[in-house]
């Protein structure tokens, strides 16, 4: 009790010094849509991490000759997509000028009727999903997409790990997920792949894990949630899967490597950073991460990046060049600049193409070492 | 007595009127960007939840038929108006994975001849549609469970909400139900605005209050004609009922059916209202907490649904959720007032009303009622 | 094609008896109060949730049967507050307060794990793989129906041959009449719902070692296709209610498979998409067993009363 006491108490000061010292600096909102909560909390709190410590980096921006405060106000998407247009609304009432998020396709693509009606844009930032931007003007993400994962996760199961016969499993009516087995299948050949969609609050992986043996199957594809991914690998351990497991870009986080580590379980995935790219940057933000017990929390206890926290971090840096390049807090200026933004992040350049989508071409895969839970850097892939 | 009732029956006609121009004008001058905007969000959401819960209403409160199955009806009715109103050049991109089977858009279809005239006509039609769709179901579901007793039925109901959220879920209906992936990009509020000359009308909320508004006056005129005293009948006491001459099963199945009926459109106006529509959504949770927003309002009563209802909305998604964000009534405790608070305490008051306010804001009253009671107290004094 | 069936099997009989453990509670409510104790499933839930964190600030042996006193507790004080008071009130209001009981239990574990999913802590031994008829499985799968079977043998002993075991077979025969008799209603009210969630709270511990992960949801389900069981095999009979569980177990674990299966077999090329029906199908057995024989498997038959 007088722990929180104290903890509100210093709140409150701090609270009140930062309103004194910045009285006379304007305040610019961004908004961060993301899932605190739900099957993609934990992964959304990891992007989140990125955003804050960016925030932290670079509390001010210049816009139009006015020194502004960035403030990041935030709303729970909760991981579900009906809950996703409210949050969307929240944040639009509350006046951001452009919106950042969220992690999890189907979030985003629920939500962006809501962005396009109150015309705010909005900054996927690790939402795959060729839907999220596909004919909405507003919506704008800095990752690479689903077709293009798929594509390069298919051609490595069949040329690295010489996988013949696929095995892919999806959350039912989670887009991220189904989404990218759909291409990973287009690009592996229909016959070949082996398809089958758990429903919503599954926790018996088991049989699954006995379909892909008993059928045959010499690489396992389930791109779903942390959440399932971590009981996957437990029973994948136990029953002696005997393949190697695939997945996307969710897949990067300690929660993965925290769950393999000890394990003979072999996994790969395709992300979007490789710790140790920057080295400047990778010191910074764990020690960040290290000084601040909540960040250490949201970030599953250590102080192993996820790619998704490193494209929060420039996504936010995407964000400031946006406002910078309106001249105006105004959502409507910011809507209008977006498309030609440029920006030279720490995960390589960011540039929009026609309908909004970021011009990347590669991904690195890693694969994870269970004797000491870390990732280790296989091949950056490309396509074509 | 007689004349009173007219009067009364003017008077609500009046309000109910002057509530609807007043939703047009704010529908007029709050934009989606203004801090106040929760409100309409509260009146569009609210208005959708009121008339799930007057339709339960009809069947728990009213016929007794404890029935657990409304999320099942709505997510037919909310899929029925979804895939009827998706306009051909965005059929492709939502059904992004299958071949759409359906290529029928009711409002695009009726506006090619007929104009925006032809889009709302559409509109209606496919909510209408989404209602029939729901109550052909429940004619179909209620053949076997109407004639289980309670928590059997209950049960049951459940099963078949469960039942029919896996078959929408079904990879080979994709081509219709477009798999377990949402459906978008069909006719929702966001879209109702109106070019009148050189002014832009917005109906965002309009719409679906006014559809609201109108299915409740019709469950009124029911609950109060002789079906609805039947069902009263059926709920006091089923061998009594049967011993006077009502028809247990045909009554039983008029409720079941009509109430589905009105879940349907609840389920088109939420799709709307939502802007997408997914079977994922319409879980048991969603049947639990309509059915704690009657009981709120006090079972057996319309108003009371209505109330409780918009009380609900509210309070979950405005009212309380400083309680989520760190600081309510001006005390700041991040400590305590993190995410979920809010509806632990909301929780908390429902289990309140649940065992110390049985009957619930409303009892058995309705707001007319209130009024009368009132007249007569007066009439009293005199 | 054993082979192939096999591992659907066991899997089936393990999450069968974990779903019988939940089942008992809810037939003996049931059978006494005649109410569906909605909140059951969630009990089952804090139960693992309570391990969780229990098991990061004490040792195991602590831990374990702490949780099982903590859990047993809860049991017993929900009756007292939330049904205890409804007893002359109509079934429905009951039936809502347990709905009720069920929204403020999820709420409340959603806001102390944030919505994050928690992983149960590994129990030694019984997490361990082994290797069984030629297959590799985890040691709790094996263990499962054996000790599901004991505990029940012990119920059915303790039912039939003690005192407060007769008292809770004369309350459930005829509620006032026992009354009438000097039974204390109150206490074999709250015996039945300390043994209930005593076996959930057991039945807790095998299902969330085999199955990992504890969100606040994640007592919805398995609780519900307890219940189901519990009605399938005859709704306030406990060997009714541990037969329909293993059913409903090996049913649900063979749906899941059913593609896989029949396409080894060669019936089919193609999948199918049987898994997507893995929990409805749960329900469509309900409702066949509630038209045709609504007293299930083992049920007594009863008559309405005016």
Same mark, same amino acid.
């Given at each position: ?384 | ?382 | ?11 089936? %009989? $393990?999450?069968? +008896?974990?779903?019988? /453990? !939940? ?7 049931? @059978?006494? =109060? ?61 039936? %809502? $307060?347990?709905? +009720?009981?069920?929204? /403020? !239990? ?7 794990? @944030?919505? =994050? ?81 005593? =076996? ?107």
């Amino acid at each position: 009790m007088k722990k929180i006491l104290a903890l509100a108490l210093v709140f409150c000061l701090v609270a009140a010094f930062a309103a004194v010292a910045y009285a006379d600096n304007p305040v610019v909102k961004i908004g961060v849509f993301e899932p605190q909560s739900g099957d993609n909390g934990a992964g959304g709190k990891q992007e989140v991490l990125g955003m804050q410590y960016a925030n932290k980096m670079t509390p001010t921006v210049e816009i139009d000759g006015v020194t502004y405060d960035v403030q990041l106000v935030f709303a729970d998407n909760a991981s579900s997509n009906d809950k996703a247009p409210t949050a969307a609304q929240d944040l639009i009432s509350n006046g951001v000028s452009l919106v950042l998020g969220s992690y999890g396709s189907g979030v985003s693509i629920a939500a962006s009727d809501t962005f396009l009606n109150a015309g705010v844009p909005a900054i996927g930032v690790t939402c795959t999903n060729p839907q999220v931007t596909a004919g909405c003007d507003v919506y704008f993400r800095i990752c690479f997409l689903d077709p293009f994962q798929g594509t390069v996760l298919a051609n490595f199961a069949k040329s690295e790990l010489g996988a013949s016969k696929a095995y892919c499993l999806a959350k039912l009516g989670d887009d991220y997920s189904g989404g990218l087995c759909n291409y990973f299948i287009d690009a592996f050949g229909k016959d070949n792949c082996v398809y089958e969609q758990f429903p919503e609050g599954t926790s018996d992986f088991s049989t699954y894990i006995t379909n892909a043996q008993n059928q045959g199957c010499d690489v396992f594809f389930s791109p779903v949630s942390t959440e399932a991914a971590a009981q996957i690998i437990a029973k994948a351990d136990t029953q002696a899967l005997g393949m190697p497991i695939l997945a996307g870009d969710t897949w990067d986080s300690n929660v993965i490597l925290n769950a393999a580590k000890g394990t003979d379980v072999r996994i790969c995935v395709t992300t979007f950073y490789q710790e140790g790219a920057n080295a400047e940057f990778d010191a910074g933000i764990k020690e960040w991460i290290n000084s601040d017990a909540t960040a250490l929390a949201n970030n599953g206890g250590n102080d192993e990046l996820a790619a998704v926290t490193v494209m929060g971090y420039d996504a936010y840096y995407v964000a400031l060049e946006a406002l910078k390049a309106a001249g105006s807090v105004d959502p409507e200026a910011v809507l209008e600049v977006l498309p030609g933004v440029t920006y030279e992040g720490v995960t390589g350049n960011i540039a929009f193409d026609d309908i909004g989508d970021a011009l990347r071409d590669s991904a690195f895969v890693k694969e994870c070492n269970t004797e000491t839970g870390v990732w280790d850097f296989v091949t950056v892939a490309t396509v074509g | 007595m007689k004349q009173n009732e007219k009067k009364v029956s003017w008077i609500s006609f009046l309000l109910v009127l002057a509530f609807l121009g007043l939703v047009f004008w704010l529908d007029q001058i709050i934009k989606p960007t203004n801090k106040m905007y929760m409100l309409m969000t509260v009146l569009q959401k609210g208005s959708v939840y009121a008339l799930a819960a007057v339709s339960m209403n009809l069947l728990n409160g009213y016929t007794g038929l404890f029935s657990l199955g409304h999320a099942g009806f709505m997510l037919i009715g909310a899929y029925t108006y979804a895939i009827f109103t998706i306009p051909s050049s965005a059929r492709d991109t939502v059904y992004q994975y299958f071949d759409a089977a359906i290529r029928i858009s009711f409002p695009e279809l009726l506006s090619n001849s007929m104009g925006s005239a032809g889009t709302v006509l559409g509109v209606a039609i496919a909510v209408i549609f989404a209602g029939l769709a729901a109550a052909f179901f429940g004619y179909l579901i209620g053949l076997p469970v109407l004639r289980l007793k309670s928590d059997y039925l209950a049960i049951a109901t459940l099963g078949f909400a469960e039942i029919i959220r896996a078959v929408f879920q079904w990879q080979k209906l994709g081509p219709i139900t477009n798999g377990s992936n949402l459906l978008k990009n069909f006719m929702r509020t966001s879209l109702f605005k109106l070019k009148v000359g050189d002014t832009k009308l917005v109906f965002s909320t309009f719409v679906p209050v006014l559809i609201a508004t109108l299915s409740i006056i019709v469950i009124v005129k029911l609950v109060n004609s002789t079906y609805g005293r039947a069902f009263k009948a059926i709920r006091d006491d089923e061998v009594a009922a049967e011993a006077m001459g009502i028809n247990l099963a045909k009554h039983k199945m008029i409720s079941f059916t009509v109430s589905s009926f009105f879940a349907g459109v609840s389920g088109a106006m939420m799709a709307m209202v939502l802007s997408i529509a997914q079977a994922s959504n319409f879980k048991a949770a969603m049947t639990y907490e309509i059915l704690l927003m009657v009981v709120l309002g006090g079972i057996g009563s319309t108003s009371g649904s209505v109330i409780g209802s918009f009380l609900f909305v509210a309070a979950s998604e405005w009212w309380l959720r400083g309680l989520d964000s760190g600081k309510f009534l001006g005390i700041e405790a991040p400590g305590i007032f993190r995410n979920g608070f809010r509806l632990v305490v909301f929780s908390v008051i429902i289990m309140i009303v649940v065992l110390f306010f049985r009957k619930g804001i409303m009892g058995e009253r309705e707001i007319s009622d209130l009024f009368r009671e009132k007249k007569k107290a007066k009439g009293a004094a005199r | 094609m054993g082979k192939t069936i096999l591992p659907y099997i066991i899997s089936g %009989i $393990s999450v069968g +008896g974990q779903y019988a /453990l !939940i089942a008992i509670g809810y037939t003996m409510v049931y @059978g006494i =109060l005649r109410l569906i104790n909605f909140a059951h499933g969630d009990v089952f839930m804090v139960a693992g949730l309570m391990m969780v964190y229990m098991a990061a600030a004490m040792p195991l042996y602590i831990a374990i049967p702490l949780m099982i006193v903590l859990t047993v507790l809860l049991g017993f004080l929900i009756e007292r507050v939330a049904y205890r008071p409804l007893r002359t009130a109509p079934r429905m209001s009951v039936m %809502i $307060s347990a709905i +009720g009981v069920s929204y /403020l !239990i999820q709420n409340l574990a959603l806001y102390i794990t @944030g919505g =994050l999913n928690k992983n149960y802590p590994s129990i030694p031994w019984i997490s361990d793989r082994v290797h069984v008829l030629g297959l590799e499985t985890s040691r709790v799968t094996i263990i499962t129906p054996f000790l599901t079977l004991l505990l029940v043998v012990l119920l059915v002993l303790l039912i039939n041959h003690t005192k407060i075991g007769m008292a809770m077979r004369a309350v459930s025969l005829n509620f006032e009449t026992s009354q009438l008799m000097g039974i204390r209603i109150n206490n074999v009210i709250s015996a039945t719902f300390i043994i209930g969630t005593f =076996l959930a709270a057991v039945g807790s511990m095998l299902f969330f070692t085999n199955y990992p992960g504890v969100v606040p949801t994640s007592g919805a389900m398995p609780g519900l296709k307890a219940f189901v069981a519990a009605v399938f095999g005859g709704i306030g009979s406990i060997p009714g209610a541990v037969i329909g569980a293993f059913i409903i177990g090996v049913a649900e674990s063979l749906i899941k498979g059913l593609d896989t299966i029949l396409i080894v077999n060669g019936t089919i090329t193609e999948q199918i998409g049987f898994a997507t029906f893995s929990d409805a199908f749960t329900f469509v057995l309900l409702i066949i067993v509630l038209v045709f024989k609504p007293t299930g498997l083992f049920g007594e038959k009863t008559t309405d009363k005016v």
